[in-house]
């Protein structure tokens, strides 16, 4: 099969995917196609997933709108099946990979599972295929790892045997079916003609702008945008800590530096998490190291961020030191343990390195959070008899919160806000002693 036949049976509705990896992306990705009339195989081996999925049970379980009824209404009418098993991929004419591509300690990317996968799909994968890398990976890597890869293991040779892109992702838990309709896609083909056989691939739901690139490109493109995120993050941070510091108030001064045409300072935060920014910043680094470039201002931003946590543990510090109280032996009321509001998704979340600072200064952290089984229950319960509470997520149920029935639960009247989500006003009132991040 060429191009011209695939493309023809993309365009017919006759061509058969596998998406590979089915978690925040893989899974509303094969739901998607299967709405549009396609027939999609998602594949996964973590146990027990595939057949959950076969079961019509949506397995992601933060707040995503539409997801569960796309799920099921694409099992349901036979178009979407999952399996843990590749043999069965022999028949696929493309395979769209979304598996994870984290960074280990030294910020250096582990590519266990994208090489695991694409050793498996190389064994089965018939001539004339087209592999699409939806993961995020560093620049060249494409060129680097995947294709060399691909090549050796299935005996072929790119742009004859098979077709290779990369068309990264731009989602957000809460949002991942609108984010993949309706946000524009880098579509880096290995070739011009492959870019345009993935546009007419993507054409089925994306309704914005599909960008033809080459894969270079669409790699640079994808991890510059969140680097790009992550120092803006990290200036706001910064000046949070400067207000602090001269008392005055962060969110103020972002409000009239906003009025400044051409400004738009980001929200300062109690820390940077999920799986995309606080790693994809480390992939666009280690790109650049691979070929001698040494950055500086990402690494330092990256520094800024992950000391976040850490300063509302200072702040609690001072807070709790303002009604007599000392840190050691306090119980810490944490609220928020995903790195996202109405979320359930708690990579990299920044509540982790908060509850490891505590434990290390003798306190007892007691962590709530509706949208995680683990912690969720009656919050005012759960913060019951607590010398101090700390906002770290804004999730809706925090933001309706009764402060003063709060207030009452609490053994002192101690708040700490990282997300702003109360007034001044409001927790004095109720009787609170009130910390904002970024107000002195």
């Known amino acids: 099969m060429n191009l011209n036949e695939l493309r023809a049976r993309i365009e017919t509705k006759t061509a058969k995917l596998a998406v590979i990896g089915q978690g925040y992306v893989g899974l509303p990705v094969a739901a998607l196609f299967a709405g549009q009339g396609l027939d999609v195989l998602g594949v996964d081996i973590k146990p027990g997933l595939a057949e959950k999925i076969n079961a019509g049970i949506n397995p992601i379980e933060g707040f995503e709108p539409g997801l569960a009824e ?29 598996v994870e591509t984290p960074v280990d300690d030294n910020h250096i990317p582990r590519y266990n599972a994208l090489r695991a996968a694409l050793t498996s799909l190389a064994s089965v994968m018939k001539h004339g295929v087209l592999v699409i890398i939806e993961s995020t990976i560093a620049p060249r890597t494409m060129n680097d790892l995947v294709l060399p890869l691909l090549e050796k ?20 838990p809460g949002k991942l079916l609108n984010n ?9 083909g290995m070739t011009p003609e492959t870019s345009e056989t993935m546009i007419a691939l993507y054409k089925n739901f994306v309704e914005a702008d599909l960008d033809p690139a080459d894969c270079i490109t669409a790699e640079l493109v994808k991890t510059v945008e969140n680097a790009y995120r992550d120092v803006q993050i990290a200036f706001a941070n910064e000046v949070a800590l400067v207000a602090e510091a001269a008392g005055g108030d962060v969110w103020k001064v972002r409000e009239l530096v906003n009025k400044s045409p051409g400004r738009q300072m980001h929200l300062p935060g109690a820390g940077v998490g999920g799986h995309c920014i606080p790693k994809d910043p480390w992939l666009l680094v280690h790109g650049a190291e691979e070929k001698g470039v040494q950055l500086r201002l990402i690494p330092a931003a990256r520094s800024v961020n992950d000391s976040m946590p850490l300063h509302m543990v200072k702040l609690l510090e001072d807070a709790l030191a303002g009604v007599g109280k000392p840190i050691l032996d306090a119980r810490i009321a944490v609220l928020g343990y995903a790195y996202l509001e109405d979320s359930d998704d708690t990579r990299n979340s920044p ?6 600072r505590l434990y290390e200064l003798g306190a007892e952290p007691v962590i709530h959070d509706p949208w995680i089984a683990e912690y969720n229950g009656d919050v005012y319960e759960k913060v019951k008899g607590c010398d101090a509470a700390v906002v770290m997520v804004a999730h ?7 402060l003063s029935k709060l207030k009452s639960a609490l053994s002192s009247p101690v708040l700490v806000d990282g997300r702003r989500v109360y007034s001044l ?3 004095q009132s109720a009787g609170l002693v009130y910390h904002k991040l970024g107000t002195g």
């Open 153 to 172: 293991q299935s005996g072929k040779k790119v742009n004859e045997g098979f077709f290779l892109g990369n068309c990264p992702e731009r989602v957000m």
């Open 351 to 356: 509540t982790r390195s908060l509850v490891a």
């Open 396 to 402: 809706s149920e925090y933001k309706t919160m009764d």
């Open 180 to 188: 993949l309709r309706k946000m524009s896609r880098v579509v880096g």
């Open 425 to 427: 006003e409001g927790a």
């Open 70 to 98: 796309l799920l099921q209404e694409g099992i349901s009418s036979g178009r979407l099946r999952a399996t843990a098993d590749y043999k069965e991929l022999a028949d696929r004419d493309v395979f769209i990979v979304a």
